[in-house]
T-cell receptor, first 114, second 114 residues
Framework: GDSVTQMEGPVTLSEEAFLTINCTYTATGYPSLFWYVQYPGEGLQLLLK?????DKGSNKGFEATYRKETTSFHLEKGSVQVSDSAVYFCALSDRGGGADGLTFGKGTHLIIQP | NAGVTQTPKFQVLKTGQSMTLQCAQD?????MYWYRQDPGMGLRLIYYSASEGTTDKGEVPNGYNVSRLNKREFSLRLESAAPSQTSVYFC?????????????FGNGTRLTVT
């Protein structure tokens, strides 16, 4: 079945540091890929998405590129802020797998220190 | 624009009690979903409704029932609560049931079963 693997953390960085959160996936079909962010006490919010190979999703300074050859969708940001502290989820939706909804990774807790 | 609204926000039940979690969306979305979020497990799909009048099981449906009351509302019922159902429950919706359609989440219901 489909699965998503991501580093769980917590990942602790200083403000203005470079961020990478790794995400790799296994899918039976040709999935779309997503990053969601969850702030404390809230639901998940879509951060960015990519629907085909080599697509780059971007939003709020975050970027991720759909790499089919390495089955990866790593999240990056050049200079993190304290307000980026949250839990980040990588997810996929498999057009060929027949499943519905999204398959999520376990989430990466990011802590940014001033 | 409220998006996806869940009630209640918090609930404590005793083992064996029943309750219904309510979810409503005002975005005219066709598909709705119930997920549970547990530490170290990410989000797991309980049930989904691809369109009004249809429901299907997800990854972890045992112990739950759902009702798609109309296009706006999708409720989750626990008939006889168990401590293993202690979790945070999220309702989500999407415009259509396609692989690239992102999910919009409510803020969650935190349920404790003692």
């Amino acid at each position: 079945g489909d699965s998503v693997t991501q580093m769980e953390g917590p990942v602790t960085l200083s403000e203005e540091a470079f961020l990478t959160i790794n995400c790799t996936y296994t899918a039976t079909g040709y999935p779309s890929l997503f990053w969601y962010v969850q702030y404390p006490g809230e639901g998940l919010q879509l951060l960015l998405k990519a629907t085909k190979a080599d697509d780059k999703g971007s939003n709020k300074g975050f970027e991720a590129t759909y790499r089919k050859e390495t089955t990866s969708f790593h999240l990056e940001k050049g200079s993190v802020q304290v307000s980026d502290s949250a839990v980040y989820f990588c997810a996929l939706s498999d057009r060929g797998g027949g499943a519905d909804g999204l398959t999520f990774g376990k989430g990466t807790h990011l802590i940014i220190q001033p | 624009n409220a998006g996806v609204t869940q009630t209640p926000k918090f609930q404590v039940l005793k083992t064996g009690q029943s309750m219904t979690l309510q979810c409503a969306q005002d975005m005219n979305h066709n598909s709705m979903y119930w997920y549970r979020q547990d530490p170290g497990m990410g989000l797991r799909l309980i049930y989904y409704s691809a369109s009004e009048g249809t429901t299907d099981k997800g990854e972890v449906p045992n112990g739950y029932n759902v009702s798609r009351l109309n296009k706006r509302e999708f409720s989750l019922r626990l008939e006889s609560a168990a401590p293993s159902q202690t979790s945070v429950y999220f309702c989500a919706s999407s415009e259509v049931r396609t692989y690239h359609s992102p999910l919009h989440f409510g803020n969650g219901t935190r349920l404790t079963v003692t």
